[in-house]
């Protein structure tokens, strides 16, 4: 059948299931704007406040769901304006389609209007991307990108496509959706060498990340662990692969993370590193990092392998399909004087902080909002103070339900990310949890949910400076509070109710209950302005290049 170019998008993202784009309009995307009015009872578009919320939301999408993402922008600035969310997903290993129009083909090059290279600007943050020159292309193409975001080590990918492309006309012929046939061949001798190596130790370590949670390989390293007997630390991408209830999980690791599992790294005699990267929010200091370990790596890119750490033993496959082979060459086993040691650790090392509910302290905050959400709500996240309190304290016991930036920490994550799962979920809930920095980032995207009626609860730590920036200048810097005292006359209420939404100001745990029960209720987004103090820290904490002896714990 003889289709243009806009029609054959349409039709070759439905073919890979896309029911769902964020985006925002201009001339060189017109005709594909018109293809989706035609389209519309096919896939849902989503109108956001900016660009950059759209690659966010789709992005949030994404990591709910476990599919690919799909956002769609203009040329020049619209597209433009995307970098920064494919960038997040770069750096999170999130499957993300980032479609862009540019100007017609006889126009590249010559400076016109609204013209970038935006392949070349996204070239260092995509997986792949392609320049579509010829509609007859353009299926294929879609096909690839959903397939190469999908497959391996996921990513995201951008498809730029001329504005003559999407009226050209040609032969369009239906396919299935992608298919992405990876098995990733576990050798005996590799099963057998790290089965030995966990069999010889005797105070074993695993230490997961986000690989993990794609390949949802949470129920495998579950079995592994309680068969062998070993305790596990998790980076803040893993989060919810295992139920916080787990006793022989130590819960974070890193630079944040909990003292007994920084302790029980560096006693370590074996570090099983499952899907994670050794960032340098983990190995802190990679000379000093499990000093006295074997260090076995398995991940699903090779690249990875001796990138940050330099390691004993290495497998290239993902998790799940590593973790299931292994398991059967793995003995039952008991390591009760190691985990004697850790529990000792955990009763006399970790971080208790103290209650006081006429106050808002951050973990009582956080204890509040998990006792009336549930288990099954979603909790997005922006990067500051917060968030990484929100990862301290979390009880997020489901994968994919906790969203946070994790490699490229972008401010202004968080409401776009909580719109992409709200949207994916309308029967979640769904909190943004944010500090009163990051939500002044991309804040305008609250019009959106207030158009679709997305009942986004944003819980804002608001302590009137860029907390987690004006720590370090308290720690580091003499308390040399360079540019993080806000002074911001910000009026949270008056801002939810000007885009028509609600708002809520707390200042005690009472009042924070009040206001979650009143939000709880609505429909559409609400607004918490919770005060907090702004000499409050993120505890413990390992200084940038310091070891477990530096920790800072009061």
């Given at each position: ?398 994968v994919r339900h906790f969203l946070t930036s994790g490699g490229l920490g ?145």
């Amino acid at each position: 059948m003889i289709k243009n170019g806009s029609d054959i998008l349409i039709e070759a993202l439905v073919e890979q299931g896309v029911d769902t784009i964020f985006g925002y309009p201009g001339g060189a995307v017109l005709n594909i704007y018109d293809a989706l009015y035609k389209n519309s009872d096919r896939i849902r578009h989503i109108l956001t406040a900016h660009e950059q919320g759209a690659a966010h939301a789709a992005d949030g999408y994404a990591r709910a769901t476990g599919k690919v993402g799909v956002c769609l922008a203009t040329s020049g600035p619209g597209a433009t304006n995307l970098v920064t969310g494919i960038a997040t997903a770069y750096m999170d290993s999130i499957p993300m389609v980032a479609i862009t129009g540019n100007v017609g083909t006889s126009l590249i090059g010559r400076d016109s209007f609204q013209e970038v290279y935006i392949a070349g600007i996204t070239m260092p943050i995509t997986k792949h991307n392609f320049v579509v020159r010829h509609v007859e292309e353009l299926a294929e193409t879609i096909r690839d990108a959903f397939r190469i975001a999908s497959s391996g080590r996921p990513g995201p990918v951008l498809i730029d496509i001329p504005k003559d492309v999407t009226s050209a006309e040609c032969e369009y012929v239906p396919a299935g959706k992608a298919e992405v046939n990876e098995t990733y061949e576990v050798t005996t001798e590799e099963l057998e060498t790290v089965a030995a190596m966990i069999a010889q130790s005797e105070r074993p370590i695993i230490y997961y990340g986000g690989g993990v949670e794609t390949a949802n390989a949470g129920a495998a390293l579950l079995e592994l662990m309680r068969k062998a007997d070993i305790p596990s630390a998790h980076t803040m991408m893993a989060i919810g692969c295992i139920p916080d209830t787990e006793p022989l999980s130590l819960g974070l690791v890193g630079m944040h993370g909990t003292v007994s599992a920084a302790w029980a790294v560096e006693r370590s005699d074996l570090l099983i590193c499952i899907g994670a990267r050794f960032s340098d929010r983990v190995a802190t200091n990679p000379r000093r990092f499990a000093p006295k370990a074997k260090i076995v790596h398995i991940d699903i890119d090779a690249a990875e392998i001796n990138k940050n750490i330099g390691v004993d033993y290495s497998v290239v496959s993902d998790a799940e399909n590593f973790l299931e082979a292994l398991l059967p060459y793995i003995k039952e086993a008991k390591h009760d004087a190691w985990r004697a040691q850790i529990a000792e650790w955990r009763k006399t090392l970790d971080y208790v902080p103290q209650d006081d509910d006429s106050v808002i302290h951050p973990h009582q905050l956080l204890r509040t909002l998990y006792d009336m959400i549930g288990d099954d709500a979603i909790v997005a996240t922006d990067v500051g103070q917060h968030q990484l309190w929100s990862a301290q304290y979390n009880r997020c016991r489901k994968v994919r339900h906790f969203l946070t930036s994790g490699g490229l920490g972008t401010m202004g994550f968080g409401y776009g990310a909580a719109m992409g799962a709200q949207v994916a979920f309308p029967e979640k809930t769904v909190v943004h949890i944010t500090g009163d920095g990051s939500f002044h980032m991309n804040l305008n995207e609250l019009c959106t949910s207030v158009s679709y009626n997305l009942p986004i609860i944003t819980i804002i730590m608001n302590n009137n400076v860029l907390g987690n920036v004006r720590q370090w200048q308290t720690m580091f810097y003499g308390r040399r509070y360079s540019q993080t005292d806000l002074y911001r006359k910000t009026d949270y209420i008056k801002l939810a109710e000007a885009f028509g939404g609600r708002g809520f100001r707390v200042t005690n745990i009472a009042e924070l209950r009040a206001a979650l029960s009143d939000a709880l209720q609505r429909t559409g987004p609400v607004l918490i302005d919770c005060r907090i103090d702004k000499d409050e820290r993120v505890l413990p904490m390992i200084p940038a290049g310091g070891t477990v002896d530096d920790i800072v714990a009061d």
